[in-house]
Every structure is written in structure tokens, then in C-alpha cells.
């Protein structure tokens, strides 16, 4: 099964693919927009719809927006994202699918700020590294 570039790594979208399909995970019911349509997120791969008989079947999204549209004749879904994905809808889609399991947390590998802190660290050693050959091949040269 294929999934947007930006989810492919995504550590909550990964656990929302492997638990729903184990049926670990029970999914909220859709959102709906302002005219009453179902929503569905991007990358979303098994129907939500109450009583589906095929809950645990993975479709690409826009077969999962006609499976679902065809769970009652009264019940529309809302049009999908076409074209490229902003970072703002990106890391909102993101925020979707950690909010799936705020209640409880995947264990990360790193926090951020340790992350911040080893990649500030290494471009400070580069700077340094850098300036050092600098003055080295300047001596050098005189």
C-alpha cells in the first residue's frame, strides 16, 4: 500500500496503518465539514463508517471515499486535497494522526530539544573545524 511521501516515516501515521489493521485501534467517528460532509484525512486507509463489515480492508484514499460514499445514499464526502500538500495542511494531517494515540504515547527516540541540540552542536563544530583550516592554509601560505 502506498501513502503521501511526508507520512511515509511518520512514527504516529506507521502505528495508525499497523494497529487498525490488527484492529488494536478504534478510530473516532468522521468529522464533518460545514455542509455536512464526511471528512476524511489524507493517507487514511480503512473506513471509519459504523458497522462496516470490511473496517480492517486497506484502500488508497480515493477508493476509500467511494467505498464510503456508497454506505448510504444520503451521506457525502467531502472532496480530497487536490494537487501539492502545503507544510501548514502537512504537518496539520500530521497532528491528526498523533492526536489518534494522545492518550497514549508512542515512545519517541529522541526529544526535540536533544535533537536541536546535537544538530546546533555539529554545525558549531563545523564552523569551528572550518575556521581552523582557514588560519592553518593562511600560515601556511606566508
Not at 501513502?3 to 473516532?28: C, D, I, Q
Not at 467505498?67 to 457525502?76: A, T
Amino acid at each position: 500500500m502506498t501513502w503521501p511521501t511526508f507520512l511515509a516515516k511518520h512514527p504516529a501515521y506507521l502505528r495508525y496503518v499497523r494497529e487498525v489493521a490488527s484492529g488494536e485501534l478504534v478510530m473516532p467517528e468522521y468529522e464533518r465539514d460545514q455542509k455536512n460532509r464526511l471528512i476524511l484525512q489524507v493517507g487514511e486507509q480503512y473506513c471509519r463508517y459504523p458497522g462496516c463489515t470490511v473496517s480492517g480492508h486497506p484502500y488508497r484514499t480515493g477508493n476509500l471515499r467511494k467505498h464510503v460514499g456508497r454506505h448510504s445514499e444520503d451521506l457525502q464526502v467531502a472532496d480530497g486535497v487536490i494537487g501539492r500538500i502545503s507544510y501548514i495542511e502537512q504537518e496539520k494531517i500530521r497532528a491528526w494522526y498523533n492526536s489518534l494515540f494522545a492518550s497514549d504515547p508512542a515512545p519517541s527516540s529522541t526529544s526535540p530539544s536533544v535533537a536541536i541540540y546535537r544538530s546546533s552542536n555539529r554545525n558549531m563544530n563545523r564552523k569551528i573545524n572550518r575556521s581552523t583550516n582557514r588560519n592553518t592554509n593562511r600560515k601556511a601560505n606566508a
